[in-house]
């Protein structure tokens, strides 16, 4: 009997151990584009003869009760135990021009608006989750409350997975980090619980990307061309198959031309614990197709979350 106890509570001292080492997700808190333009923080630039916009981070960062509000709100998290990337660091440690010049670049000009300096950010910064945050000081004589919003976003998709908003409680004080810090402490809990069951389910299953192979009009063969006696499309396919998590994607298009993969699981980490992006996980596959084919081709990338490989040449 008293072997089955000692044996029972190494287990759960083992389940305890193993559950407190739990992987987190790496997550940034970011003002919101609607924050962003409510308060003239943004690039303008024109895309198509219509004016369009993204948030310029830095000048968003100048305004001194946002900056509050972003470090208050990565004390929560680092209380709960998420580690967190600094806005304000990662901006820094990009080239303002090259940010503003791409932010600026439009369609028309031949450069796509694909990435843009929000992207860029967020891609330096290799985040797993955003948190965009909204707020709002509302007055009523010398009473405050704050209205707000946080959304927890995945950057490669950009599909909300969590979420919070409110108006908190009447106060006198004049803080906003007070404010926002009573209004959202109640709902912290819920809000990084849904941020954590989303982060497992992509430490299990793999992050989503979209994978797309196309070919150069000029070259000679196509996706149909057999090598080393197999099709094109189905060495591509198999690549995938042992590549992905699980084998999980799905081919939307296929024809001789061109291969489109939705719904592409890869790792959130690759073989050295480094963070895995779609560049980096596409990279894997020009790497594969040039060693073993010979098959030049130039890999594009369209955003964070879609990779686009033109076979053929570079």
């Given amino acids: 009997m008293n072997r089955k106890i000692l044996t029972l509570t190494l287990v759960l001292c083992c389940s305890s151990f193993l559950f407190s080492q739990a992987k987190k997700p790496t997550i940034m808190v970011v003002p919101s584009t609607t924050w962003c333009y409510e308060n003239d923080c943004v690039t303008f630039y024109d895309n198509y003869g219509e004016e369009d916009f993204v948030p310029n981070f830095r000048k968003a960062l100048l305004n001194s009760d946002l900056k509050l509000a972003i470090v208050k709100l990565g004390e929560l998290m680092a ?60 007055e009523s004589g010398p009473r405050k409350t704050i209205s707000y919003i946080l959304a927890g976003k995945d950057p490669y998709t950009n599909k909300q997975i969590a ?44 992050r989503e990307t979209g994978v797309s192979i196309k070919r150069f009009a000029n070259w000679d063969e196509d ?70 084919y010979s098959i030049d081709s130039k890999l594009i990338t369209r955003g964070l979350g879609e990779a686009q490989l033109i076979l053929g040449e570079k």
């Fill in 79 to 138: 209380e709960r135990g998420f580690p967190l990337k600094d806005l304000e660091q990662t901006t820094k440690s990009i080239n303002q021009k090259t940010i503003e010049e791409q932010a600026l670049e439009s369609k028309t000009s031949g450069s796509p608006i694909a990435v843009t300096a929000y992207e860029e950010i967020i891609n330096r910064a290799k985040c797993d989750i955003i948190m965009e945050l909204t707020y709002t000081v509302n």
């Fill in 163 to 206: 979420a919070a908003s409110g108006t908190g409680a009447p106060s006198f004080s004049a803080d906003v980090v007070v404010l926002l810090e009573e209004a959202v402490l109640n709902y912290m809990d819920g809000f990084t619980s849904q941020l954590q069951s989303y982060f497992d389910d992509l430490f299990e299953n793999g």
């Fill in 223 to 292: 996706l149909e061309s057999e090598f080393g006696g197999e099709e094109l499309n189905v060495i591509i396919e198999e690549w995938m198959e042992e590549n992905t998590v699980k084998g999980r994607f799905n081919i939307t298009d296929a024809t001789e031309n061109m291969m489109i993969f939705e719904q592409v699981r890869i790792p959130l980490y690759d073989a050295r614990e480094n963070a895995m992006d779609t560049r980096k996980f596409v990279r894997e596959l020009q790497k594969y197709l040039k060693s073993t």
